[in-house]
Nanobody, 127 residues
Framework: QVQLEESGGGLVQAGDSLRLSCAASGRALSSPAMAWFRQAAGKERDFVAAINWSGSDTDYSESVKGRFTISRDNTKNTVYLQMNSLKPEDTAVYYC????????????????????WGQGTQVTVSA
């Protein structure tokens, strides 16, 4: 079984930065596509950012493009989300997701395309 564990969330002020980490453990993932999603209170879970298995391709939601950066270190089985210029509307629980053995060129943006999930980490941005 694969476990994904997020860390790095917290309470910050508008304009601050945070870096989230997602570490994979357990049964080894093989060339997984990885992504971050978020879910604000009372809302559906939304796509934030995705990265392909090698780290050579990324995609972002329009709401975070230019402010957030997704990256990965495959030697550490870890994916990161650098969040800059945070806004109160970024407040949500952030989830890490993985789809094992995916070499496709199409970036996966639907939560239904991922088969492993972390428990989430809370990010709260005050005005």
């Amino acid at each position: 079984q694969v476990q994904l564990e997020e860390s790095g969330g917290g309470l910050v002020q508008a304009g601050d930065s945070l870096r989230l980490s997602c570490a994979a453990s357990g049964r080894a993932l093989s060339s997984p596509a990885m992504a971050w999603f978020r879910q604000a209170a009372g809302k559906e879970r939304d796509f934030v950012a995705a990265i392909n298995w090698s780290g050579s391709d990324t995609d972002y939601s329009e709401s975070v493009k230019g402010r957030f950066t997704i990256s990965r270190d495959n030697t550490k089985n870890t994916v990161y989300l650098q969040m800059n210029s945070l806004k109160p509307e970024d407040t949500a629980v952030y989830y890490c997701a993985a789809k094992n053995i995916y070499y496709g060129a199409t970036m996966l943006k639907s939560e239904f395309q991922y088969n492993y999930w972390g428990q989430g980490t809370q990010v709260t941005v005050s005005a």
